[in-house]
């Protein structure tokens, strides 16, 4: 049995250099493994799963580039076609490496359709319709990896609704976490940020200092879910801020290579996926909840608790990320009493008979009577008065005429008078 020694922080390079690993050769690293801390232990295992190769398999060119330790050209593959997501990358891996065991020694250039259809049937038998959703996309960007994706087509299953409203906590539920973690500056941060930013478990992990802006109240999510993997920015709460600030006067000082993460675990690196999964069932515990709280229970119950305060659709969508509606609308898991209440509102009972309204006849009121109104006089026009005017005038010019001629008049008689 050959020797297998391990740093503290990876699997040896001798072990990657061997393609062919007996199973007690893969027992000694177990044991090797489990004498490191847990959280370094259990990424170890993990690691060794992804390389660990069947004895009878065939050592070709493209096994070796898959299953060796020179992983590198189908993950770099993955992340030009696929995604950029590291959880999804290996999700990828679990599944060719499924693959590879379920066809033995045949190599992987003569698999046929048929060889396929038995092996997917055989996950139908060990996994859900949801859990093949993943597992079915595995294959086909394998499939497409290895230029065989015309000849052997895997169609991906559409995911069944199986949420209800114990996939999400209610807002008693969420203020007693935060309560339980009032203590812990860092666990406490780390609880608001989930809730009040929706942020996936991978997404919460890979934050940076960097990316919180505590003047602008956002957050920049790098590489989360999605073909692209651009970065995305969304809001945060002034409660996560406050939080993160305290922890952050507390903060472990990291190794070297590990100073931009944000949230540092008690080995002074990033935080890992165990590490988050454990705390939230160890606060869910002290916080005396008895339904079954994981970190991804945070992002639906921000969506439903958006939704019940009115919030639009577009806006929702905005802060989750989530690329069609169709997805969004799984996140919304209204309670019993919002349903009842909902339906009560606008379903109306058709069958009873409904009491004839009493038609409410007003008598009509006296009318007082109104006063005559005087005749009005009518205005006078003044074309009228200015005719009249005229007149007069015509009229006193006439007598001063006559006054005048019968001056004159007088005044000849006069005159002859004198001289006679």
């Known amino acids: 049995m050959r020797k297998v020694t391990l740093s503290t922080t990876r699997i040896d390079k001798s072990l990657h250099e061997n393609l062919y690993h007996t199973e007690p050769l893969v027992s000694s690293v177990r044991e090797q493994i489990s004498k490191l801390p847990r959280q370094e232990g259990t990424d170890m295992i993990r690691e060794m799963e992804l390389i660990s190769v069947p004895p009878k398999m065939k050592a070709r060119e493209e096994v070796e580039i898959i299953m060796k330790g020179n ?3 189908y993950i770099n593959f993955l992340k030009a076609k696929v995604t950029t997501n590291p959880g999804t990358i290996v999700n990828y891996l679990y599944v060719v490496k499924e693959l590879h065991k379920f066809i033995g020694d045949k190599h992987i250039n003569d698999i046929t359709k048929q060889d396929m259809d ?3 049937a055989s996950l ?5 319709t949801n859990s093949m959703v993943s597992r079915s996309a595995g294959l086909r960007n394998y499939m497409k990896f290895l230029g065989k994706d015309k000849e052997i087509d895997i169609k991906i299953p559409q995911p069944i609704e199986t949420k209800t409203e114990e996939d999400c906590l209610t807002v008693d539920e969420v203020q007693r976490i935060f309560k339980a973690t009032q203590d812990n500056k860092r666990d406490n941060a780390i609880l608001k940020t989930l809730y009040y930013t929706g942020v996936r478990k991978s997404e919460l992990i890979n934050l940076n200092l960097e990316d919180i802006d505590f003047q602008g109240k956002q957050v920049t ?4 879910k999605g073909k692209n993997g651009s970065p995305e920015t969304i809001n945060i709460h002034d409660q996560a801020l406050e939080s993160i600030k305290e922890y952050l006067k507390v903060r472990e000082t990291p190794k070297p290579e590990y100073e931009g993460a944000l949230f540092i675990s008690g080995y002074q690196r990033r935080m890992c996926a165990s590490s988050i999964d ?4 160890e606060v869910r515990a002290k916080a005396k909840i008895k339904k079954r709280v994981y970190p991804h229970i ?3 119950s921000l969506i439903t608790h958006m939704h019940q305060a009115g919030a639009s659709a577009f806006h929702i969508k905005q802060q989750s990320r989530h690329k069609t509606m169709i997805v969004l609308n799984r996140y ?4 019993k009493e919002e349903r009842l209440k909902t339906y009560e509102t606008y379903v109306q009972d058709i069958e009873t008979p409904q009491k004839p309204q009493e038609q409410v006849t007003e008598q009509p009121k006296p009318q007082e009577p109104t006063p005559k109104k005087k005749p009005e006089e009518p205005e006078p026009d003044p074309m009228v008065n200015s005719v009249d005017d005229e007149i007069k005038l015509l009229e006193i ?5 006559r006054l005048r001629q019968q001056a004159k008049e007088t005044h000849k008689s006069k005159t002859e008078m004198f001289y006679q």
């Open 71 to 73: 992983l590198k050209p």
């Open 118 to 120: 038995d092996f997917v």
């Open 124 to 128: 139908k038998e060990r996994y859900k």
């Open 221 to 224: 999510i790098r590489n989360g």
């Open 278 to 281: 454990y705390l939230v069932e």
């Open 298 to 300: 945070f992002r639906s």
């Open 332 to 335: 919304i898991r209204p309670g």
């Open 397 to 401: 010019e006439q007598k001063l005429i």
